[in-house]
Structures are given as C-alpha cells and as structure tokens.
C-alpha cells in the first residue's frame, strides 16, 4: 500500500476544536488524505462543514450512516480505509461498532464510551473483525514519555515505588456551560459526557500515562469527586489514591492522581513523577522536551528530545533535530503514523502492541477507570477494586 489512506471523518465540523486537531495529524506525515466526512449531528452543518474542507460534494455526508453506506458503495480502490471518530462522548459508540463492523480501521477519541458493557462490545467486535482501532490517548506519543517507559520498564529506576500524576487547567473555574460555552456545555452534561467530568476528560489521561509510562495497573482506588461550581452536574475537580497490582512478586506500588479544571492559572499543567529503588524521573507536558532523572547517589540528568542517547522509541517519535520544540500536534500525529504503520503491515487487532499506540484494550481499561473512580467516590468503603 504506496498510496496515502483514504480517511473519513465523524464530528468535528464548524466550532469543534478536537476535529481540527485530529486532521493536522492525520496529514502531518503526507500519509493521510481526508475525503469524505459527516462532521456534524446537524445534517445541514455537516454537509456545509464538509464544503468548507474542501471535500467532494459526494462525499459531504448528512450523517454518519449515510458515510458509512455510501463509502461501502463504492469500489474497494475508491472508499475510505480508515474513519476517525470525534464527535462528544455520548457519540462514539454507535458510529464505531458500526464502522468496526464493517471492518474499516477505527481512529477514537478518549473516552472511549460511556458504560463498560460498551467498552467491552467495542473490543470483541476489534477481535472479530481484525481492524487497527487507536484511541488518542497523545499524550504517550511524545518523544521523552517513550525514553521514561523504556526506563522504567528496563530496570534503570528499580522496582517503581511511587508515582504521582497530575492535570490541573482553569477553564472551569466559572459556569461556562450557562454562558453557551460549547465545550464547556458538553463536557458537564452527564447525558453527553458520561458519568464522569474532569476526571473523565483529564483525569483518564492521567490513568492512561501511568499504564503506559510505568506498565503499572490500578488494582484498587479511593476517590473524592467534587463539583465546586454551583450547579454543575459533574466532578470538576479529583482526588484519588491508587495502589497498583505487583509486578514480579514486588512490594505493590502506591499513587496519587488529581485532576482539576478549577484550578485558576492552570493551563495544561499535565504532570508525572515516578519513585523506584535506585532513582526516580519526572516530566511535565508544558516543558515536554525534557525529562529529568535522578539516580541514587549521582548526579541529576536532564535528557532533552531530539538527541541521540535517546532509546529508539524516542528517536522514533521525533521529526525534527534538538532544539526546535515538538509538541502537541506532533504527538497526537505520534498515534495516527502508528496506525498507518499497522494498516500497511496488516497487523489487524494486534497493532497497538506492535507499533506502540493506545488500542482498544487501553480504551476500554480507561472506561472502566472512569465508573469504578465515580463508584468509589459515592461509596462509604474506603477502597473500590477495578
């Protein structure tokens, strides 16, 4: 397969600010081609959304159903191979067990679904079908994140101890949804976003960065779910304490994770410490081209991105030498080159493990990260197993 993939994409239309993301990764390497779309719930907006893309006024699509039928119209050269989800929450599940159904390769947002039953569908129908499914936990796809696991999982820091992960943003601190705000009203309706707000739109990062980061997995958590705003339906701040399953018959790990979208002042302030026997890193998202590293009874290290005392995952996930900043965009663009190495390769449902991206299994661990955090925090038991 020489040519660029053909994608097609659900939600993401006039105001969305994750569709606009998700397409400058998609076209970031040149593998990628964007060619037909239902980008709203709207079937007018979708169709005009679509026109201001530039797509073909037959591949405007009204709705998702209509994408799906008539992409599965055309011939096997013409149609899309792969459709990107981003749509709110609520929305995810039918579009892609429909799409993963029909056996094309599935690109998601986070959360992955609302319940767990749906969670646990999507990966059967993943297995069944053989597709590459990636969910865009980006946040695994920066350089100097990829060189912290391949420490961590190789030895350097010892049997992990401790970690601690955070996300701290502001942008909640007052009742935006009141205000017409359309991510804040979304993202704090229940019916749209879940049974969890901030730590189901931040707090599910923090989760995913720890399994990836340290290969550590919660076995039991103690949550407090708090909604500061008055009258806001959902958490918008989260406090949790984590122990972690063993690892080789070690002493289990303890964590703390918070998340918060009232802390006033906090950008996107996403960060991760991590404690072993013989040193301990940590890494902070807005300074994400450096990853300092403390060894017991050596001196501290600052490893920087784009250098070549980096491990292979690291070097990997660059494209651009020391010096000049990666970010953002070129992480979230980390998990769509992933994927398309995985369709070209026809690695099927095992992509995830063999190209290093977020699959359907971290989607769904994440799902029911999110339930068991809202259970314990409503329950009077001190700890809730997952």
Not at 132 to 142: K, L, P, R
Not at 331 to 355: D, L, S, T
Not at 367 to 373: E, L, P
């Amino acid at each position: 397969m020489s040519h660029r993939l053909k994608l097609g994409m659900v939600g993401g239309g006039q105001g969305a600010f994750i569709g606009a993301v998700h397409r400058a990764a998609a076209r970031l390497d040149g593998d990628i081609e964007l060619v037909a779309g239902a980008l709203s719930s709207t079937p007018e907006k979708s169709v005009t959304s679509g026109k201001e893309l530039g797509l073909a006024d037959d591949r405007c699509y009204p709705t998702w159903q209509a994408m799906l039928d008539g992409e599965l119209a055309r011939p096997a050269d013409e149609c899309i191979d792969m459709v990107s989800i981003v749509t709110p929450n609520h929305a995810h599940y039918e579009p892609v067990k429909a799409f993963a159904d029909a056996s094309f390769h599935v690109i998601l947002d986070k959360p992955m679904v609302n319940t767990i039953e749906q969670a646990e569908d999507l990966v059967r129908t993943v297995r069944k079908r053989n597709v590459i499914f990636a969910v865009t936990y980006n946040y695994s796809g920066y350089p100097l994140v990829k060189q912290a696991r391949e420490m961590i999982c190789s030895g350097e820091l010892g049997e992990v101890r401790k970690v601690v992960v955070e996300y701290n943003q502001g942008w909640l601190a007052e009742k935006l949804e009141d205000a017409g705000q359309k991510q804040a009203d979304w993202r704090t309706d229940p019916a749209r976003s879940g049974v969890g707000g901030c730590i189901g739109d931040i707090g599910s990062h923090c989760e995913q960065l720890v399994s990836y980061m340290t290969g550590l997995e919660v076995d039991s958590l103690c949550a407090d779910l708090t909604s500061f705003v008055p009258g806001r339906r959902l958490d918008d701040d989260a406090n949790l304490l984590l122990r972690f399953k063993p690892i080789d018959g070690a002493q289990p790990a303890r964590g703390l994770l918070y998340a918060s979208q009232i802390c006033i002042g906090g950008e996107n302030d996403l960060r991760i410490r991590v404690w072993g026997t013989k040193g301990s890193l940590a890494w902070h998202q807005e300074d994400p081209n450096q990853l300092l590293v403390h060894r017991l009874g050596k001196p501290d290290q600052v490893y920087r991105r784009g250098n070549d005392y980096l491990c292979d995952a690291a070097k990997g996930a660059t494209r651009l030498p020391a010096g000049h900043p990666e970010a953002f965009l070129e992480a979230f663009a980390n998990v769509y080159a992933g994927a398309v190495k995985a369709i070209r390769a026809g690695a099927g449902a095992q992509g995830p493990q063999q190209f290093d991206f977020p699959g359907v299994e971290d989607g769904a661990r994440g799902v029911r990260f999110i339930h068991k955090t809202v259970e314990s925090s409503t329950s009077e038991a001190k700890w809730t197993r997952l």
